[in-house]
């Protein structure tokens, strides 16, 4: 994903059409809603995830794409909406700060 994203983004930058991806994880959803599967992804969660330990809400994923849809300097970036270990990375680091900042500029004073 993350080879995609910044060929294409290389690629079409001279165009100025930015790529951005996003790679969600377990999203509370009507196919997740399935006793079963929650509790077995649940208790993976539990065992193998960073901080959150949860599963991710749609609006959150909601307002990642907001915020990169929003954001005219963000260009090859990939967010990872979830908390395994590829989010300590440096880029998604910078991005962490950047939508941190975006959120509190919509929410206001």
């Not at 294409?8 to 991806?21: C, Q």
């Not at 997740?32 to 077995?40: P, V």
Request: with cysteine; proline share 6%.
């Amino acid at each position: 994903m993350l080879g995609i994203t910044n060929a294409a983004a290389d690629f079409l930058a001279p165009s100025g059409i930015r790529v951005n991806s996003i790679a969600p994880a377990l999203v509370v959803s009507p196919m997740m809603d399935n006793g079963a599967r929650t509790k077995y992804f649940a208790e993976e969660l539990e065992v193998q995830s960073m901080f959150p330990r949860r599963f991710t809400q749609p609006t959150e994923l909601a307002e990642a794409i907001l915020f990169l849809l929003e954001q005219p300097m963000m260009n090859a970036f990939h967010v990872s909406e979830d908390s395994k270990e590829q989010a300590d990375t440096v880029a998604q680091g910078r991005c962490g700060m950047a939508h941190d900042l975006w959120l509190d500029q919509r929410r206001g004073p």
